[in-house]
């Protein structure tokens, strides 16, 4: 996934602040002295303090000196930054001048520089490596950063500047990114409510605040139900069919829990989906899979039910006061798809035959059941583990067989060679670097004419100061800065995998390693950025295309070519066997009818919650269960994510929107064939996707700049025959 920190969702392009236009015009000039004032008053202030955001990071490429940062320096920078924003600001939507392209939406776009240094740090920090300080600050920031996003969005005299660009926009001789972006900023202050009266837009400030501060609050209720809980075993005995790793990493936690002799498994997924797999302790699986799917619902001091319910109803009641049907309908106007009832037209196609493939699924579990004389009705906790033993049956393929082949280092050495072939980059790593944790590792990298192209962070293992999951973000994206100096990116990558334990290296599933693929696909779209203005560089397109890129990479992941390069036996340094290889192929389908449902479930829930019209905050166990009915799905299958912990929905900015990872998963299976059809590392059809694709970021229509690419529209039979589905089955 790629992960946008808060501060680029604010603004796209400036993430400050400005006068409040619920004023006349003389209040105006009144803040305008104000904010003049108050930035006279915090530059000395702050002056006087060594805080490594007040200059110019003296380090080497610029990568933010994280030794020299601590949690006291974030508050007065913030602040600060914001008293400078709303100086910079003010000078923009005064500007006496006639309103021109430069004096106004470039203005906007290199304004609030100090803001958005502090805020990559911060918001990447609160989600790979958060304190007690961190999160109490967020609940601070988060809001009045959701309040400056307002007062840019509805001060008048802004608006009308941008108004008068765009109402003659085809006479300003403009180039397509210079004309997408205006357009894009004119939409943001009309989506931002600049076209309310006085006290609809107050209505608005008050929605946007509320929002905000439930969403951090979801956030943390999550991070404190996945870190709190914990499955105990007193008795080795109940350990039966758990890997050794697994084993010497729950007695480790253990020890870390203040535990010894004992073994303690958590939700995080290295501990809690290998247990699911492999435990032959109905009663042990039954525990872990309860445990994690009532994240957030067990009625404790971190209860997300209410929380649900009100952010959805305030959503619906932002959008209805915005114009819009549904906050669905709002959202989704940005998107590719453009409206729900388009994304539904796509989901109701391939749930069908998703669904009706998981209960064949589940017949044949239950059928291994019966034969083996379980006297059990599958559950599901059954589910991964009846799930494993019919394909290593069916197959022949145990994943405990594989995992040695996928060691961590010769993966992550799998995607450098693969992205080496396609675009030429190179990577050097270097030790002497500040980070802001012992377990990141830091890279140069370059294209093969040895210029550089930036910086990669790696952050592996799994942490209590770490968010669940894995992700894309950057500490600095690719620009051209007012000068016309080319601006390097800082990529991060964020997973959580098990840390070594003892002489062992971190080995990884098949799947595992294909996500250590996929977040390099967000890496490349952030490094091979060759944009103008830092809201279009990079990663920044729609939440439908957006994983696209990623979706695309993991497909060398099943390529026996590349395969062969890194897929090495981490103790005999064995090329992984072309038998093994054929299994792994032979296998790719299996499972399909719950990956596809359970992942299908999910986005249909979060278009439940926010295609509703109604603003009165709902039921949360009885709306998510009727949903859920009225699909059909089967109660052995839980959505990825039921709603008290759907943490990408209700504070991780995908909400209406989750369904893109299907969405863009069609495009990648079509994508993808293009480069089986020329060869897979054809290097005309890798510059194809690297010039139409991954270096215009959101400079132009993405869905423009994929026929650009592949000369047609998209077939999403691809997909279908991919996952081995078909649409009218």
């Not at 809980?229 to 936690?253: M, R, S, T, W």
């Not at 940005?334 to 069908?352: C, F, H, M, R, S």
């Not at 002497?432 to 830091?442: A, N, S």
């Not at 897979?680 to 010039?691: G, K, L, S, V």
Request: aromatic share 12%; proline share 4%.
């Amino acid at each position: 996934m790629r992960k946008r920190a808060i501060v680029s969702m604010v603004l796209s392009a400036l993430v400050v602040g400005c006068n409040n236009d619920n004023k006349e015009s003389t209040e105006t000039e009144k803040s305008q002295v104000v904010a003049k004032t108050e930035v006279e008053t915090t530059q000395a202030v702050f002056n006087l303090e060594t805080n490594p955001f007040f200059s110019d990071y003296d380090t080497p490429f610029g990568i933010p000196p994280f030794d020299k940062i601590t949690n006291e320096h974030y508050a007065p920078a913030f602040d600060k930054a914001i008293a400078e924003a709303k100086a910079e600001i003010l000078v923009v939507a005064n500007n006496e001048d006639v309103p021109t392209f430069e004096n106004t939406v470039v203005a906007l776009e290199y304004g609030g520089k100090l803001l958005t240094k502090v805020a990559d740090v911060f918001y990447n920090l609160t989600g790979a490596h958060t304190n007690d300080e961190l999160k109490a600050l967020s609940k601070d920031i988060g809001p009045r950063l959701a309040g400056l996003n307002d007062d840019v969005n509805l001060n008048p005299e802004l608006f009308k500047r941008v108004e008068t660009l765009y109402n003659k926009i085809d006479s300003l001789d403009l180039r397509v990114d210079q004309k997408k972006l205006l357009v894009d900023r004119y939409k943001q202050f009309v989506r931002g409510g600049a076209g309310l009266n006085a006290d609809d837009k107050q209505q608005l400030r008050e929605l946007n605040a509320k929002i905000s501060k439930l969403g951090l609050e979801f956030a943390d209720n999550v991070l404190a139900e996945t870190n709190n809980f914990e499955l105990v075993v007193e008795n080795k005995k109940e350990l039966a069919g758990l890997p050794d790793y697994l084993i010497e990493a729950a007695a480790a936690e253990a020890i870390k829990r203040d535990k010894p002799g004992k073994w303690v498994f958590t939700t995080h997924r290295p501990s809690k989906t290998p247990l699911l797999m492999f435990s032959k302790n109905r009663e042990l699986r039954e525990k872990m899979w309860k445990g994690y799917t009532h994240r957030g619902n067990n009625h404790n001091t971190n209860d997300n039910n209410k929380i649900v319910a009100e952010i959805a109803a305030l959503r619906a009641q932002k959008a209805q006061l915005l114009g819009y049907k549904s906050h669905a309908h709002f959202v989704l106007e940005g998107n590719t798809a453009k409206n729900p009832e388009n994304v539904y037209e796509l989901l109701n196609k391939i749930w069908p035959a998703g669904l009706t493939q998981a209960k064949q699924e589940l017949a044949d579990m239950q059928a291994m059941v019966d034969a083996e004389g379980g006297n059990y009705k599958v559950e599901g906790w059954d589910w991964r583990y009846l799930a494993e033993k019919i394909r290593k049956a069916r197959y022949d393929l145990d994943e405990e067989q594989t995992k040695p082949y996928f060691s961590l280092e010769d993966t992550l050495k799998g995607v450098f060679y693969t992205v080496n072939k396609l675009y030429g980059m190179t990577f050097k790593e270097r030790t002497d670097l500040p980070v802001y944790h012992e377990d990141v590792r830091v890279f140069e990298v370059y294209y093969k004419n040895g210029e550089l192209i930036g910086l990669y962070l790696t952050d592996h293992y799994v942490r209590e100061s770490k968010r669940g999951g894995a992700w894309m973000n950057a500490y600095r994206s690719q620009y051209v800065d007012e000068k016309g100096e080319f601006v390097k990116p800082i990529i991060v990558n964020v997973l959580n995998y098990p840390k070594p334990t003892g002489d062992k290296p971190t080995l990884l599933t098949f799947g595992q390693a294909s996500t250590l693929f996929h977040e390099f696909g967000h890496a490349a779209h952030g490094f091979l950025s060759n944009g103008i203005y830092p809201s279009q560089a990079g990663t920044s397109v729609p939440r439908d295309f957006v994983e696209f890129p990623s979706q695309v990479l993991e497909n060398w992941m099943f390529e026996p070519e590349v395969l062969a390069k890194f897929a090495r036996h981490y103790e005999t340094g064995e090329v992984i066997p072309q038998a093994l290889i054929e299994k792994i192929q032979a296998a790719a389908q299996f499972g399909q009818g719950f990956a596809t449902t359970e992942y299908m479930a999910a986005s249909l829930l979060d278009l439940a919650w926010h295609t509703q019209t109604d603003t009165v905050a709902k039921d949360t166990n009885k709306f998510e269960a009727k949903v859920l009915a009225d699909l059909g799905l089967i109660r052995q299958i839980a959505p990825r994510y039921r709603s008290t912990y759907f943490s990408h929905i209700f504070s991780g900015g995908y909400s209406s929107g989750y369904y893109g990872y299907i969405w863009s998963e069609i495009l990648a299976a079509d994508a993808f064939n293009a480069f089986k059809e020329k060869g897979i590392f054809d290097q005309a059809t890798a510059e194809a996707f690297r010039a139409n694709v991954l270096s215009k970021g959101g400079t132009d229509d993405p869905m423009k700049l994929y026929r650009q690419f592949r000369g047609q529209e998209p077939d999403a039979k691809h997909l279908l025959k991919s996952r081995g589905l078909l649409l009218n089955k």
